[in-house]
């Protein structure tokens, strides 16, 4: 049998990966493996935060998070949820449509990108920046179209389940750029130089992920009635896909407008935490997603999926949380050089709303999977509404902290609403509420081990409180036995 990881691979065998019976083993293995190779990055990524914060300062780094923020706003929503609805199609097509349907995203990416790069320079020239900023912000868009091409190209390998690959990306990707940034702040580099690094990276990512997905990609198709019939029946989810970006960076563009440039700053550096972390709930439901799109259209499957899958989200999302919030001087002290309060308090916020991210994520993916696109809209767009109304009263009067509240409090309405939907659209009991007493009792375990521990330092409040929380996840059951059986043991076959 060909080896289903190997380059090349011929398109009639790529249903298989979806049918085999080992496909919801493989499924959880590259989802732990896309996230393990995340981590890996976000470790790596550790050298170089603090040097990009000091070199710069707290001011213009607020500047730097602010042009990635409205680039990765473009960046989501010149995707227009292209890249989900391109795995869910492939998973549902035969070798010729896949063949046509990559061809046709990576030609709208390109078109959709090019017409964000005016909005992104249309919003920097009508913030005010100054040449240097000009220059910074069209670094960023660089690497922005790289980084759109790279996507479109991505969903040949996550339909084939071969989430190695994309986790290979991702890392080179993290990695070239890192190294580039060490480089050029040992040179004393500012703004525009360290912006521009992160086109190396995406340029480095491109290339890998080309060399095994080169079998099965098309040119670049400009046409636009193919993307029409690509979204069609999709339009609300194409508009909460847009919002769900918007919605996570608008804070951050927000309170750079109504905040004190200290402020700014102190947010800044705790939504740059938030910003690393929040990826992993999407990249752990989202390697699953093929799965979920196959599930939904065979009668009695996706209950079998989504069970465990909730269990496993509240299990991630309580430790994730805790770790965040239980850990949040000990990260500020490792970026900023000392314990800014404004920083440490906003981030504590935002490790508790990180929590609701992992549970708003796997009721997104599997309310798309079910082709629930006006329930993710009427979500996404009340999250939105609220943060920024929220964030225009609270940012402005609270600083850095009123913005974390306002990101936060519109995580828990969003993930709270997305569950509510879900569990409609979903088969009944598919989704049970009953979990959410273990979790609680975990959370609560660990929050009372971190302030029982306060008198001895934060050090000890983080490693008490997340052992604790780890412990009592795995004690009370919330890891799904699907979860254990696909670490590899030593002597078996995998």
């Known amino acids: 049998m060909q080896d289903v990881n190997s380059p090349g691979l011929a398109d009639a065998d790529e249903p298989d990966a979806l049918d085999h019976a080992e496909a919801g083993r493989r499924a959880v293995r590259g989802s732990v493996l896309r996230s393990g190779g995340y981590a890996l990055g976000i470790l790596l990524s550790l050298v170089t935060a603090p040097l990009v914060i000091r070199q710069l300062g707290v001011e213009d780094f607020g500047i730097y998070v602010t042009i990635t923020a409205l680039t990765t706003i473009i960046s989501g929503v010149s995707d227009l949820g292209l890249t989900s609805l391109g795995v869910r199609e ?5 070798a010729a449509q ?8 990576l030609g709208a990416r390109l078109a959709f990108t090019g017409l964000g790069l005016f909005a992104a320079f249309g919003f920097a020239i009508a913030a005010g920046y100054g040449a240097r900023e000009l220059v910074a912000t069209a670094c960023a868009c660089a ?3 790289l980084m759109g091409v790279q996507a479109a190209m ?3 390998l996550a339909g084939q389940l071969r989430q190695g690959w994309i986790a290979a990306a991702d890392l080179a990707r993290q990695g070239g750029q890192i190294v580039l940034v060490v480089v050029l702040v040992l040179l004393g580099a500012g703004l525009v130089p360290l912006m521009a690094a992160t086109v190396f990276g995406a340029a480095i990512s491109l290339v890998v992920t080309t060399w095994p997905s080169a079998g099965l990609l098309s040119p670049p198709a400009f046409r636009p009635h193919r993307w029409l019939q690509l979204l069609s029946g999709a339009v609300p989810f194409v508009a909460a896909s847009a919002l769900s970006v918007v919605y996570l960076r608008a804070t951050v563009v927000l309170t750079s407008l109504v905040a004190s440039e200290a402020q700014n700053g102190a947010f800044a550096i705790a939504f740059r935490v938030l910003e690393v972390l929040i990826n992993v ?3 752990l439901i989202g390697a699953l997603f093929p799965l979920l799109a196959r599930a939904s259209q065979t009668e009695g499957r996706m209950g ?7 269990s496993a989200t509240l299990a991630a999302g309580a430790i994730a949380g805790v770790g965040v919030s239980a850990g949040a001087p000990i990260a500020v002290l490792a970026l900023e050089g000392s314990q800014l309060p404004d920083a440490v308090d906003a981030l504590r916020i935002l490790g508790a709303a990180l929590g609701f991210s992992f549970v708003g994520a796997f009721a ?7 082709r629930a696109h006006r329930q993710i809209l009427l979500v996404n767009g009340l999250a939105l509404s609220l ?4 964030t225009l009263t609270l940012a402005s009067s609270h600083g850095a902290v009123g913005a974390a509240l306002a990101l936060g409090l519109s995580e828990v309405v969003g993930a709270t609403l997305s569950v509510v939907f879900l569990r409609r659209a979903a088969p009944p009991g598919a989704v049970p509420l009953a979990r959410l007493l273990p979790v609680g009792v975990a959370v609560g375990g660990a929050v009372a081990v971190g302030l029982l521990l306060a008198p001895v330092g934060v050090f000890a409040v983080a490693a008490g409180a997340g052992v604790t929380a780890v412990s009592l996840v795995v004690a009370l059951g919330l890891v799904p036995a699907a979860a254990w059986a696909a670490i590899p043991r030593r002597g078996v076959a995998t």
């Open 143 to 145: 690497a922005l179209v």
């Open 98 to 105: 896949r063949r046509e349907l990559v061809g046709d995203l």
């Open 387 to 390: 943060n920024v109304v929220l």
């Open 90 to 94: 492939w998973a549902t097509s035969d």
């Open 364 to 370: 997104q993916y599997s309310l798309l999977a079910l």
């Open 304 to 310: 079998g999926y989504l069970t465990p899958m909730w």
């Open 154 to 156: 991505t969903v040949p």
């Open 281 to 283: 709930p999407a990249l």
